[in-house]
Every structure is written in structure tokens, then in C-alpha cells.
């Protein structure tokens, strides 16, 4: 018989339909710090504050979403040795493009997690991870030379 102290049982699959979008957003989040690592590749060292500051942000939201599953007695998703690029990035314009793609990517998993999510602290989280990858979006999306900057619903498709 476990008592109120043991840890929760460690389990592969994910308990609930909040823990499994939390491990989509998880996935998101691994996809996009390695992602920025090609978007600052591509841009002059001069240029990367913004590569870096959101690489930093991506893996804080990482550390912490494999700490709440952790809690959760999930084990988190692990993150991949490489990713596949949706086109090549050979400009400072394809690279902010590929970060707009990353942020997108981000803002739909964390739209998902808020549609699945039971717990307040999961929608708080939700929302100002939603709210922080749409402001990175819109600067993204500026140096990209895409109009409209902003999207009205950050995480579904855009008509």
C-alpha cells in the first residue's frame, strides 16, 4: 500500500488528454531550440540577440514542461538528434520564415494543450506560452516581410 509521500507511478503514456498535449508541446519546444540553432546559423552575429533570447525562452518552457510530466510520473518525450527542415534556409529571410514556422508550430501545440487542459495552472501556463511565441512571431514575421504581422488566433490555421 503507497502512502501520500511516494513518487506517482512512472508510466510512458501519458494518464491524461492534458499530459499527452503537454507532451505535444514538449515536442514543439525540443523541435524549436534546435530549430533557432539553424535560424542564428543563418543570420550575422551581429543579428542573433533575438535567435538567442528566443532559443533561451524555448528552453525554459522545455525544462519546465519535463518537470511538471516528470511530476506527473510521465516520462517526458524525449527530444530528437536532428530535425527535418520544411526548406532550405539560406538567407537571413528564410531563417526568420523558418523561426515564423517555429513559433506557428509552438502556438499550435500550446492552442491544443489549452483545449485539453483540466488544471488551472496548465491554462495559465498555456496562455502565457501562447502569448509570449506570438509576440516572437510578429517580429519574425516583420523580418520575413509577411503581412499581416499579427494573427487575430495564434495556433489555428490561418485562413
Known amino acids: 500500500m503507497a502512502d501520500d509521500d511516494s513518487p506517482p507511478a512512472r508510466s510512458t503514456a501519458p494518464a491524461t488528454a492534458e499530459?499527452?498535449?503537454?507532451?505535444?508541446?514538449?515536442?514543439?519546444?525540443h523541435a524549436a531550440v534546435w530549430g533557432y540553432g539553424v535560424v542564428g546559423a543563418a543570420l550575422p552575429v551581429r543579428d542573433r540577440g533575438p535567435v538567442d533570447d528566443a532559443r533561451?525562452?524555448?528552453?525554459?518552457?522545455r525544462d519546465e514542461l519535463i518537470a511538471l510530466l516528470d511530476s506527473r510520473g510521465t516520462d517526458p518525450v524525449e527530444t530528437r538528434a536532428a530535425y527535418a527542415l520544411p526548406f532550405p534556409v539560406?538567407?537571413?529571410?528564410?531563417?526568420?520564415?523558418?523561426?515564423?514556422?517555429?513559433?506557428?508550430?509552438?502556438a499550435?501545440?500550446?492552442t491544443w494543450v489549452?483545449?485539453?487542459?483540466?488544471e488551472r495552472a496548465t491554462r495559465e501556463m498555456g496562455v502565457s506560452v501562447l502569448t509570449a511565441t506570438?509576440?516572437?512571431?510578429?517580429g519574425w514575421r516583420a523580418?520575413?516581410?509577411?503581412?499581416?504581422v499579427t494573427s487575430a488566433f495564434p495556433g489555428l490555421p490561418q485562413p
Open 19 to 29: 499530459d499527452a498535449a503537454l507532451q505535444d508541446a514538449l515536442a514543439a519546444a
Open 143 to 148: 523580418a520575413a516581410g509577411r503581412t499581416p
Open 56 to 61: 533561451a525562452a524555448h528552453r525554459d518552457v
Open 90 to 106: 539560406l538567407s537571413a529571410i528564410d531563417a526568420a520564415v523558418l523561426a515564423v514556422t517555429l513559433e506557428d508550430g509552438v
Open 134 to 138: 506570438e509576440l516572437r512571431a510578429v
Open 108 to 110: 499550435s501545440a500550446w
Open 114 to 118: 489549452l483545449d485539453q487542459a483540466t
